[in-house]
């Protein structure tokens, strides 16, 4: 039995798909094992635990492999390629944890749960796509596309044609109360996989699906305040975030107020699509009233948890008290 | 809120994959919203409801798809192509269903959660694989798999050959807490799509993945039993259970005793890969204390219910009081 203090931590598709390996499930599979190793230093201390996964590389290949078979099965949308993901990345995940917890005799289960996470169809992010996704095309394949489908396409540096999608903010849960029961009653929760699937709210009050990817980051932001999580990890590949990264005066982050990381933030030192989402969620988290937000990598949790890496982010009265 | 009593539906894959369609997700969309719809039958009488559903056609997609990218992407194991079905059916169904709930103004919840299920790695079935899976191979690529995949390939009848797994019988639901912590909590829960996915307890007492499919019709009678369904119904594409099925003399089963039915089953009225894992089902269920097992066809799910078409299997006290 875990304690009632409730940790939710995000990570990238690419802790299990590395840009360095094959892909294949085999490396795939031993990548989930080794971050459940990681997250064991979660669960060790108490907390339930809520992970929220990235599925970047893995829907490409799903997109990829949609492509591929193009003339003989019908591919699917976007929105139904995130679930896909959801269920084999949750699949190996949940089994790596099961076992994971198993080897160190604790009895908390563990459950992937598909969820649905709504978007506004008047979001910006709609009138100007902007995310690449999937397949590099031939220019005829890409024109065919834009004209059939009326996907938006771009011209990637000499690789191809590639189609770019919305990447619009999440503004609901779908699946929250189920989520949130499911912690209640003492579940290792896998949720909001890849961000979660795609769906909008249309005039009649219905879901419908929409071709869009949402960043996981906001989405394990939301999650992380509608659960009350005490503690928000996001893991990415450094220790800590840098001012000025990779200048002569690069500056490593330790501890700052959410007001000091707000006017960092303004100050344009984190790149959006990289360490920007990732500060972004972390300032929207504590300013929601969450307590702490933790930025660090897989390599150096244990001592992020211990308080000797990582940048944690605090509300003021946090850092006073 | 619904009642305290439970219904276990279960219906095959191809309730949204139609052979006479071409299997576009649109179509998809469509026969899942159809499928719910008829569905409402069993919520309006109060149950609170368990949908399991099969997935033989859309995991036979994804391996084709993983075929036709096998020289880019390096294509899942079987259980993960499960892990995957049960993410975009799970979607397409739950949408489907919490919007008709919607519609109907009613309150009921629903979540699909990923299930794996679990079976004996001595199983006989493991002996003698018999069940085809994904795409029709040439001879080349057959004789290739079977070497270096050490995958059992058989010919059919001058289409090309065929990968064939073994079919096991279902052992334990891994995720059954869950799902009866959800049916208590007031979810509709869809689980155990396409039988779950395959996986065995090593010695070691941990779970791998293990190339095999499970009946969803076993796996959905597992289900039944453990959550203590009032009702279990199977659905297929004919209205009532016959015995002499196609014969002259064919007769159609109205009401029958478990004990009756298993005489018919002895006698092998009803074969395999169609009616006898439904009738096999449905008699398992009632021999482990089930009240009331129905096979009938989806358009005639009303007057099941009312009592005036389908073929029910009671238990012998059910009959007599």
Chains 1, 2 share one sequence.
């Not at 809520?50 to 099965?73: D, F």
């Not at 903010?169 to 579940?187: G, M, S, T, Y």
């Not at 990817?213 to 009350?228: E, F, G, H, Q, R």
Request: glycine share 8%; net charge positive.
């Amino acid at each position: 039995m875990q304690g009632n203090k409730i940790a939710l931590i995000a990570f990238g598709g690419n802790a299990l798909l590395k840009e360095t390996e094959r892909g294949t499930q085999g490396e795939q599979l031993k990548n989930a094992e080794k971050a459940c190793r990681v997250l064991m230093q979660i669960i060790k201390r108490g907390y339930k635990l809520v992970i929220v996964h990235g599925n970047g590389p893995q829907v490409g290949n799903i997109l990829i492999q949609m492509e591929e078979a193009v003339t003989k099965i019908p591919p699917f949308s976007l929105d139904t390629c995130v679930a896909m993901s959801q269920g084999s990345m949750g699949y190996m995940l949940e089994r790596a944890m099961r076992n994971q917890l198993r080897k160190e005799k604790q009895s908390y289960e563990v459950l992937t749960v598909i969820t649905e996470v709504s978007v506004d169809e008047k979001d910006e992010a709609f009138k100007k796509p902007t995310k690449p996704v999937g397949p590099f095309f031939t220019r005829y394949r890409s024109s065919m596309l834009q004209k059939e489908k009326k996907w938006v396409m771009v011209e990637d540096s000499g690789r191809g044609y590639r189609r770019v999608v919305p990447s619009p903010r999440p503004v609901e849960i779908v699946n929250l109360d189920a989520i949130i029961k499911l912690i209640d009653q003492d579940f290792l929760v896998i949720a909001c996989g890849g961000g979660g699937i795609p769906v909008f709210k249309n005039a009649q009050g219905l879901y419908e699906g929409i071709e869009a990817v949402i960043d996981k980051d906001y989405t394990s932001a939301l999650l992380a305040s509608a659960i009350n999580a005490e503690l928000f990890i996001i893991l990415t590949n450094v220790e800590r975030v840098a001012l000025n990264y990779g200048k002569p005066d690069q500056q490593w982050l330790n501890v700052v107020t959410v007001d000091e990381m707000k006017t960092y933030y303004k100050e344009k030192h984190f790149p959006a699509g990289s360490m920007g989402p990732k500060v972004e969620a972390a300032i929207a988290y504590i300013e929601r009233g969450g307590k702490e937000a933790i930025i660090t990598s897989a390599d150096k949790l244990k001592e992020a948890l211990d308080g000797t890496s990582g940048t944690r982010i605090l509300s003021l009265n946090a850092v006073v008290s």
